[in-house]
């Protein structure tokens, strides 16, 4: 009988539409930032120009944020940049102020973390938020494939935001913590401050990517 992991494989090796249609959407996404383990390799958190909508950088690298864009856009075939675009412009005052902006920049404000933070909540995907300092494995509510975990990281260090590809007893989040995309257990980060667990799920036809390659 198959296991687990190679039952995940062989979902894996599937194009994009037909594990889409055949499979949970969260599980669906989680396997979308999977496939991205291997391709990017590197961390670069510079501003860059890029297009709108379905703008990115080159995919063989990224930022921690760019797992989630990417993944999205794979999986489902939705544009964080977009959707965050679009609701910046009609609140912008809703969305954090600390990179002292006047106006939106849709060539980097979804790969913002705080931002996305911001974006899941008005959206209702927001499971979970911190109160207190909690540590960076200890999120209270059982985790799902695709769901989508963020923290303030130790020593002062920025926010950050992963994807879960396995709950139960012993989770493991997908990310680029600077070293690539690489599959990680929960309880790597337990030097960080858990802050916010999402289950997002977006509406079928809203900010909808054509798709544009791997870059521009």
């Given at each position: 009988m198959p296991t687990r992991r190679t039952a995940l494989s062989l979902i894996a090796s599937l194009p994009a539409f037909a594990v889409a249609r055949t499979v949970d959407p969260g599980v669906a996404l989680a396997l979308a930032a999977c496939r991205q383990i291997g391709v990017t390799t590197g961390y670069d958190h510079e501003y860059h120009r890029i297009g709108y909508p379905g703008g990115d950088i080159p995919r063989s690298t990224g930022v921690c944020a760019d797992v989630v864009v990417r993944a999205g856009r794979d999986a489902w075939g939705v544009d964080l940049q977009q959707l965050v675009h679009e609701d910046m412009s009609r609140d912008f005052a809703a969305y954090p102020k600390r990179w002292g902006l006047t106006a939106p920049d849709s060539n980097?404000?979804?790969?913002?973390?705080?931002?996305?933070?911001?974006?899941?909540?008005?959206?209702?995907?927001?499971?979970?938020?911190?109160?207190s300092r909690t540590w960076g494995f200890a999120f209270p509510a059982p985790l799902a494939p695709g769901d989508i975990l963020t923290w303030r990281t130790f020593m002062n260090g920025g926010p950050h935001v992963a994807i879960v590809t396995a709950?139960?007893?012993?989770?493991?989040?997908?990310?680029?913590?600077?070293?690539?995309?690489?599959?990680?257990?929960?309880?790597?980060?337990?030097?960080?401050?858990?802050?916010?667990h999402y289950r997002w799920r977006p509406a079928a036809g809203i900010g909808h990517f054509a798709g544009r390659g791997g870059g521009v």
């Open positions: 980097i404000d979804h790969r913002r973390v705080p931002n996305l933070e911001t974006y899941w909540t008005r959206q209702g995907a927001r499971l979970w938020h911190a109160t709950g139960g007893v012993l989770p493991r989040i997908v990310q680029n913590f600077g070293w690539g995309v690489q599959e990680d257990p929960l309880a790597f980060a337990w030097l960080d401050g858990a802050e916010g």
